[in-house]
């Protein structure tokens, strides 16, 4: 199914100031809350749409590259950022949103006013990788500081809530009296309290472990993409779940290749005499190095094209090329006798420049290259 506008969804325009989009989102969200519309799948769809563009739009970052990339910007599938929200990641979202307007700034969820799992918060790490390991994809070990639930943490049940982490309070309005829910803010809506815990454990009964946690980094990642290993972040208390850790990529400059999207570019430096005669020259791709012929008569310019030795698409089709630019290196001090030997060319048919198409400027070649 494709997915609807970001902006036509919150029914605000592409110049919506921050505070409008956020009002948007608020009065979308009270419309199709859950609470409201009991086993109502429309409007848990909406609810759950409107939020994930609210996640979008809220963020100067993601809606910078959704204004200019659309959907795309967040589809890369394996568990990449963006894409679709869970209640969790939903209901977390309105602490920033309705700050406590509807008690501790939670609701009661879905499926009848339940508990509500409680979710750990994220963590965040950069990553550097290499050009080569950016090509191939890399496994990367990496020690990470999270908190864990301390062993030897008992829970037992809320006491103020009954373990149902919701509390019921009956309100009078100008519309009549109205029983609204909110959870407890005893157990924050767990259900649980904790009982019996560790003296090294913090009030919540977690405690800071460190541990490696094994990443699998997909071939084709740029610099600041961010990658989302689920669960792998902080615990959290009782029957709570774990936050995620957020990979954040950070690509390491290559000495020799200059990345651009899938394509690479080397600059490759031939003598005189080699351009002249022509020669073979070892380069270093992504793969390892390897010999190129240059054909005699070479021109300084030459864009020399390896077809699949650039960079694999993160989507998981079709590799870049490699682009090798042609620099005759002409020199810059000569002794006497080639001085003389170059002076005595200087009238020589064979020295004189006709360019040919073949032999069109460096602009051209750019230009078609990328028409
Ligand atoms: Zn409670």
Known sequence: MAKRDYYDILGVNKNASEAEIKKAYRKKAIEYHPDKNPDNKEAEAKFKEAAEAYEV??????????????HQAFEGGGGFNG??????DIFSQFGDIFGGAFGGGGFSGFGGGGQRRVKGSNLRIRVKLNLEEIANGVEKKIKVKRKVQAPGTTYKTCST???SGQVTRIANTILGRMQTSAPC????????????KPADADAQGLKISEETVSI???AGVVDDMQLKVSGKGNEAPGNGIPGDLIVVIEEEKHDKLQREGDNLHYDMYVSYPEAVL???????TVTGKVRIKVEAGVQSGKILRLRGKGIPS???YGRGDLLVHVNVWTPKTLSKQQKEFF????????????????DKSFFEKVKDMFS
Do not use: W
């Open 57 to 70: 739009l809220s963020n100067a970052d993601k809606k910078a590259r959704y204004d200019q990339f659309g």
């Open 83 to 88: 894409g679709g929200m869970n209640m969790d």
């Open 161 to 163: 809530c009954n373990g």
């Open 185 to 196: 803010n005893v157990c924050g809506g767990a259900g649980q309290v904790i009982d019996k």
């Open 216 to 218: 699998k980094i997909p």
């Open 278 to 284: 022509g020669t073979s020259k070892e380069i270093d």
């Open 314 to 316: 993160i989507n998981g």
């Open 343 to 358: 002076e005595s060319m200087q009238n020589d048919e064979h020295f004189e420049p006709k360019p040919d198409s073949s």
